[in-house]
Protein backbone atom coordinates (compact mmCIF):
# COMPACT_ATOMS: atom_id res chain seq x y z
CA UNK A 1 0.00 0.00 0.00
CA UNK A 2 2.49 2.20 1.19
CA UNK A 3 4.13 2.07 -2.60
CA UNK A 4 1.17 2.49 -4.64
CA UNK A 5 0.53 5.86 -2.26
CA UNK A 6 4.07 7.33 -3.27
CA UNK A 7 3.39 6.03 -6.70
CA UNK A 8 -0.16 7.86 -7.15
CA UNK A 9 1.59 11.32 -5.17
CA UNK A 10 4.44 10.82 -7.40
CA UNK A 11 2.20 10.67 -10.59
CA UNK A 12 0.63 14.06 -9.72
CA UNK A 13 4.51 15.77 -8.47
CA UNK A 14 6.50 15.04 -11.16
CA UNK A 15 4.05 16.49 -13.75
CA UNK A 16 3.28 19.60 -11.86
CA UNK A 17 7.17 20.29 -11.28
CA UNK A 18 7.22 19.77 -15.56
CA UNK A 19 4.63 22.56 -16.12
CA UNK A 20 5.44 24.60 -13.20
CA UNK A 21 9.28 24.70 -14.42
CA UNK A 22 8.25 24.81 -18.14
CA UNK A 23 5.77 27.95 -18.02
CA UNK A 24 8.09 29.93 -15.01
CA UNK A 25 11.11 29.50 -17.19
CA UNK A 26 9.28 30.96 -20.40
CA UNK A 27 8.51 34.20 -18.07
CA UNK A 28 12.37 34.90 -17.66
CA UNK A 29 14.74 35.24 -20.32
CA UNK A 30 18.37 34.40 -18.25
CA UNK A 31 20.58 31.53 -17.45
CA UNK A 32 19.66 31.57 -14.29
CA UNK A 33 17.08 28.30 -13.95
CA UNK A 34 14.15 30.17 -12.52
CA UNK A 35 11.42 27.30 -12.93
CA UNK A 36 13.57 24.58 -11.02
CA UNK A 37 14.36 27.14 -8.40
CA UNK A 38 10.43 27.70 -8.32
CA UNK A 39 9.38 24.38 -7.62
CA UNK A 40 12.01 23.96 -5.50
CA UNK A 41 11.31 26.38 -2.92
CA UNK A 42 7.13 25.41 -4.15
CA UNK A 43 7.99 21.90 -2.49
CA UNK A 44 9.74 22.98 0.57
CA UNK A 45 6.63 25.13 1.02
CA UNK A 46 3.92 22.34 0.55
CA UNK A 47 6.26 19.70 2.83
CA UNK A 48 6.57 22.85 5.64
CA UNK A 49 3.01 22.61 5.92
CA UNK A 50 2.20 19.00 5.59
CA UNK A 51 4.04 18.27 8.18
CA UNK A 52 3.29 21.19 10.64
CA UNK A 53 -0.24 20.03 9.57
CA UNK A 54 0.57 16.96 11.24
CA UNK A 55 -1.62 14.50 8.90
CA UNK A 56 -2.06 10.64 9.18
CA UNK A 57 0.69 8.15 8.17
CA UNK A 58 -1.21 7.75 4.27
CA UNK A 59 -1.42 11.63 3.81
CA UNK A 60 2.38 11.96 4.92
CA UNK A 61 3.05 9.39 2.46
CA UNK A 62 1.17 10.09 -0.64
CA UNK A 63 1.40 13.73 -0.58
CA UNK A 64 5.07 14.74 1.62
CA UNK A 65 6.76 11.55 0.48
CA UNK A 66 5.36 11.40 -3.24
CA UNK A 67 4.38 14.11 -4.61
CA UNK A 68 6.85 16.66 -2.24
CA UNK A 69 9.66 14.27 -3.67
CA UNK A 70 8.24 14.17 -6.98
CA UNK A 71 7.66 17.66 -7.37
CA UNK A 72 11.46 18.92 -5.63
CA UNK A 73 14.21 17.87 -7.78
CA UNK A 74 17.83 18.25 -5.99
CA UNK A 75 19.46 16.25 -8.85
CA UNK A 76 18.35 19.09 -11.06
CA UNK A 77 19.19 21.29 -8.81
CA UNK A 78 22.97 20.09 -8.96
CA UNK A 79 23.01 19.63 -12.27
CA UNK A 80 21.78 23.03 -13.42
CA UNK A 81 24.33 24.53 -10.77
CA UNK A 82 27.41 22.60 -12.68
CA UNK A 83 26.26 23.92 -16.17
CA UNK A 84 26.02 27.44 -14.93
CA UNK A 85 29.66 26.74 -13.71
CA UNK A 86 30.90 25.47 -17.07
CA UNK A 87 29.02 28.01 -19.35
CA UNK A 88 31.04 30.86 -16.89
CA UNK A 89 28.31 32.04 -14.94
CA UNK A 90 29.87 32.03 -11.57
CA UNK A 91 27.55 34.42 -10.06
CA UNK A 92 24.16 32.56 -11.02
CA UNK A 93 25.32 29.28 -10.24
CA UNK A 94 26.46 30.48 -6.88
CA UNK A 95 23.09 32.06 -6.54
CA UNK A 96 21.19 29.15 -7.50
CA UNK A 97 23.55 26.72 -4.86
CA UNK A 98 23.06 28.85 -2.28
CA UNK A 99 19.55 30.89 -3.05
CA UNK A 100 17.72 27.83 -3.36
CA UNK A 101 19.30 25.94 0.16
CA UNK A 102 18.11 28.86 1.94
CA UNK A 103 15.20 29.84 0.35
CA UNK A 104 14.09 26.63 0.28
CA UNK A 105 14.54 26.35 4.03
CA UNK A 106 12.40 29.30 5.25
CA UNK A 107 9.75 28.29 2.94
CA UNK A 108 9.67 25.15 4.89
CA UNK A 109 9.74 26.85 8.05
CA UNK A 110 6.91 29.76 6.38
CA UNK A 111 5.02 26.67 5.28
CA UNK A 112 5.29 24.78 8.89
CA UNK A 113 4.80 27.63 10.30
CA UNK A 114 1.30 28.46 8.64
CA UNK A 115 0.03 24.93 9.44
CA UNK A 116 0.50 25.12 13.00
CA UNK A 117 -0.84 28.71 13.35
CA UNK A 118 -3.98 27.99 11.03
CA UNK A 119 -4.45 24.11 12.78
Known sequence: MTLL?????GA???PTRYLIDRMVQRWHDTVF???TF???IAGSFVLGFIVGAQPGGVIMTLAATGFC???TTFSTLGFETV???EEGSFAEAALNAVGSLLA?????FAGYGLAVHLL
Open 33 to 35: PWG
Open 69 to 71: GAL
Open 38 to 40: AVN
Open 83 to 85: RLL
Open 12 to 14: VGA
Open 104 to 108: GILAA
Open 5 to 9: LIFLG
